[in-house]
Nanobody, 123 residues
């Protein structure tokens, strides 16, 4: 059974950087990154294709966040730079069903979710 484990969250000052990792057991999947701040809906941030290409969905993070994959280690990353207080949220990675090869920003299209990792941007 697929399991996803996020890591790399923490407390960072505005303008700082963090790199989140998502470890997936088993086969290669299309992986999405999402975040949810208190009182807000879950927001799609990015998606990484099986072959390693990616797409950034959130306009608020374009130019600051990048998503990538290390196929050898079966890890997917979200590199976050120039962090702002409004980036504070719980960040999740999620996997689409195994046969799917396309990305989507719709949370309901992802089958398996990690437990989430807290990112707090504050001085």
């Amino acid at each position: 059974q697929l399991q996803l484990v996020e890591s790399g969250g923490g407390l960072v000052q505005p303008g700082g950087s963090l790199k989140l990792s998502c470890a997936a057991s088993g086969s290669t999947f299309v992986i999405g990154w999402f975040r949810q701040a208190p009182g807000k809906e879950r927001e799609a941030i990015a998606c990484v294709f099986k072959e390693g290409g990616s797409v950034i969905y959130a306009d608020s993070v374009k130019g600051r966040f990048t998503a990538s994959r290390d196929a050898a280690e079966n890890l997917v990353y979200l590199q976050m730079s120039s962090l702002k207080p409004e980036d504070t949220a719980v960040y999740y990675c999620a996997a689409r069903p195994g046969a799917v090869t396309v990305c989507t920003s719709a949370p309901r299209q992802y089958r398996t979710w990690g437990q989430g990792t807290q990112v707090t941007v504050s001085s």
